[in-house]
């Protein structure tokens, strides 16, 4: 089990990311959260198996067609145990 923490930069808010994130985390069983945050970026906390968690951080660089991610960074985080995925 892992966790990391991802910020998206580019233009990543009112374009779908965070449902369909979301989304793609469920069917991948990962577990955490995603946010908008004030600053215009889109912040999550992502926690599962390495593949799943790998996978859904790569799908990240690119997320849904509105979006145009220009980076994403990724921080290591102890796992918390967390269950299910929720938009915040």
Not at 58 to 72: C, D, E, L, N, S
């Amino acid at each position: 089990m892992i966790r990391r923490r991802a910020v998206l930069y580019g233009e990543v808010q009112g374009v779908g990311m965070r449902l369909a994130c979301a989304r793609e985390a469920r069917a991948r069983g990962v577990n955490g959260w995603i946010r908008n945050a004030p600053d215009g970026t889109v912040e999550a906390e992502l926690e599962g198996e390495r593949g799943a968690v790998d996978g859904l951080l790569t799908w990240m660089y690119t997320g849904p067609p509105a979006a145009r991610v220009i980076t994403v960074d990724v921080s290591e985080l102890e796992p918390q145990g967390e269950i299910g995925f929720d938009v915040r």
